[in-house]
């Protein structure tokens, strides 16, 4: 049986590229096809704002060009061409004339991000761990999710994510300095009620393999409110702000969705972990009550999010800190249900504690600022150590309690 704690580090798994080319299908007239491809890579488009290219064309041939840009952009997940390229016409077409003259993608070098990533976050420890997590409790399919527009979603390879990290390493080092070294990936483009059906799975397994973390294994989870209901439509990062009441996730996991998300289908974060001044710390840094949070950071400055305030307030230190490079909460963001679920294994799997016990006086309930439901509350997620459940609750949007706050992290 899996006991789901840390492991020794394994080798990360690789992603093997498609062998075969798939044919692309278009227009019936040649001419009217290279036009099309000619518009697509050319110096006047970018491919992801392709509406005025597909509108400078005859009406017959719209779908046309609607098929072949989707082709191109599934020909560059299948060959190894990064997301990036899509933005850039020359450097889409230099990858294009790589593969057709080599039969296989360029090959990147990522020794120095590899060896950043390595020195300042311990990346491949965490990335080696959480994937084999992942595996073990099935999320996982290959190497890739299910979503839930049925879609796979190839999870972010380690290359990946260290290229990230280094590439945004100069923005990055004030959060470093405070803290935010702790890797989080989550499965974001798959179903919440699967997820959270994996959840339970995976709590009663490691009870029945850790005696000592005792649990309601009759019903691992407690839903209430919104959470009980047959189904929930949960609108993502809303901007109160601006009344914008955010997207539904089959909107998120089109590409044309791609700026709010690094990895479409994944969400990367980098956390505190629980004790933000050693960067080896196992788990996830908890939400401290008020007056008991320690401050971090030695180039800039930063006071701990502590509980107690209403989700408004707490949205509005982030909206404030977007536009101030020099607030110390500059660049964070909150907390989805999926985040906190993964947190939540990810954090029992290394510490061999729940998250977010309300009852142990020093943490707090977590409030998921990145969704609303249709009831226009807060949703959030605790520990219950009278009960010995892991319990999704909700509460009222302005309401402030002492007991529930926000947990922010990086996203890259």
């Given at each position: 049986?899996?006991?789901?704690?840390?492991?020794t580090p394994?080798?990360?798994?690789?992603?093997?590229?498609?062998?075969?080319?798939?044919?692309?299908?278009?227009?019936?007239?040649?001419?009217?096809?290279?036009?099309?491809?000619?518009?697509?890579?050319?110096e006047?488009?970018?491919?992801?704002?392709?509406?005025?290219?597909?509108?400078?064309?005859?009406?017959?041939?719209?779908?046309?060009?609607?098929?072949?840009?989707?082709?191109?952009?599934?020909?560059?997940?299948?060959?190894?061409?990064?997301?990036e390229?899509?933005?850039s016409?020359?450097?889409?077409?230099?990858?294009?004339?790589?593969?057709?003259?080599?039969?296989?993608?360029?090959?990147?070098?990522?020794?120095?991000?590899?060896?950043y990533?390595?020195?300042?976050?311990?990346?491949?420890?965490?990335?080696?761990?959480?994937?084999?997590?992942?595996?073990?409790?099935?999320?996982?399919?290959?190497d890739?999710?299910?979503?839930?527009?049925?879609?796979?979603?190839?999870?972010p390879?380690?290359?990946?994510?260290?290229?990230?990290?280094?590439?945004?390493?100069?923005?990055?080092?004030?959060?470093?300095?405070?803290?935010?070294?702790k890797?989080?990936?989550?499965?974001?483009?798959?179903?919440?009620?699967?997820?959270?059906?994996?959840?339970?799975?995976?709590?009663?397994?490691y009870s029945?393999?850790h005696?000592?973390?005792?649990l309601?294994?009759?019903?691992?989870?407690?839903?209430?409110?919104v959470?009980?209901?047959?189904?929930f439509?949960?609108?993502?990062?809303?901007?109160?702000?601006?009344?914008?009441?955010?997207?539904?996730?089959?909107?998120i996991?089109?590409?044309s969705?791609?700026?709010?998300s690094?990895?479409?289908?994944?969400?990367?974060?980098l956390?505190?972990?629980?004790?933000?001044?050693?960067?080896?710390?196992?788990?996830?840094?908890?939400?401290p009550?008020?007056?008991?949070?320690?401050?971090?950071?030695?180039l800039?400055?930063?006071?701990?999010?502590?509980?107690?305030?209403?989700?408004?307030?707490?949205?509005?230190?982030?909206?404030k800190?977007?536009?101030?490079?020099?607030?110390?909460?500059?660049?964070?963001?909150?907390?989805?249900?999926?985040?906190?679920?993964?947190?939540?294994?990810?954090?029992?799997?290394?510490?061999?504690?729940?998250?977010?016990?309300?009852?142990?006086?020093?943490?707090?309930?977590?409030?998921?600022?990145?969704?609303?439901?249709?009831?226009?509350?807060?949703?959030?997620?605790?520990?219950?150590?009278?009960?010995?459940?892991?319990?999704?609750?909700?509460?009222?949007?302005?309401?402030?309690?002492?007991?529930?706050?926000?947990?922010?992290?990086?996203?890259?």
């Amino acid at each position: 049986m899996n006991d789901f704690s840390r492991p020794t580090p394994e080798s990360s798994p690789s992603a093997t590229p498609a062998e075969a080319v798939p044919p692309v299908a278009g227009p019936p007239d040649t001419e009217v096809r290279a036009q099309c491809t000619s518009e697509i890579l050319g110096e006047e488009a970018i491919m992801d704002s392709v509406s005025s290219v597909r509108d400078s064309l005859p009406e017959q041939y719209h779908a046309h060009f609607e098929t072949l840009r989707q082709e191109i952009i599934d020909f560059t997940k299948a060959h190894g061409i990064p997301k990036e390229s899509l933005g850039s016409p020359d450097l889409l077409r230099e990858r294009f004339e790589y593969l057709l003259k080599n039969r296989e993608p360029k090959k990147e070098d990522y020794t120095e991000a590899l060896e950043y990533a390595e020195e300042f976050y311990h990346l491949r420890e965490q990335y080696d761990f959480q994937v084999k997590f992942l595996e073990q409790v099935g999320i996982l399919e290959g190497d890739a999710i299910v979503g839930i527009d049925g879609k796979t979603y190839p999870i972010p390879t380690l290359e990946q994510i260290a290229s990230r990290l280094f590439e945004h390493r100069e923005t990055l080092e004030t959060k470093r300095d405070q803290g935010f070294t702790k890797l989080l990936l989550v499965p974001f483009g798959m179903s919440l009620r699967d997820l959270i059906g994996t959840f339970s799975f995976f709590a009663s397994l490691y009870s029945e393999a850790h005696p000592d973390f005792k649990l309601d294994r009759y019903k691992v989870i407690k839903l209430y409110g919104v959470w009980n209901t047959d189904h929930f439509q949960l609108s993502y990062f809303p901007k109160l702000e601006e009344k914008h009441r955010g997207y539904f996730k089959r909107e998120i996991l089109d590409d044309s969705f791609q700026d709010l998300s690094s990895f479409l289908g994944w969400r990367v974060h980098l956390f505190q972990p629980s004790n933000p001044s050693d960067s080896y710390s196992p788990g996830f840094a908890h939400i401290p009550r008020q007056g008991k949070g320690i401050p971090q950071g030695d180039l800039v400055f930063r006071p701990p999010l502590e509980a107690g305030k209403s989700l408004n307030e707490y949205l509005s230190i982030l909206q404030k800190a977007r536009g101030d490079k020099d607030s110390p909460y500059h660049g964070e963001t909150g907390l989805t249900p999926e985040d906190w679920i993964m947190a939540f294994m990810i954090h029992l799997s290394e510490t061999g504690k729940p998250l977010d016990d309300v009852l142990s006086e020093k943490e707090s309930a977590c409030c998921f600022s990145e969704v609303f439901s249709s009831f226009e509350t807060i949703m959030e997620g605790r520990w219950d150590q009278s009960s010995l459940q892991v319990i999704l609750d909700h509460d009222i949007l302005r309401d402030k309690n002492l007991q529930v706050g926000i947990r922010t992290s990086m996203i890259i």
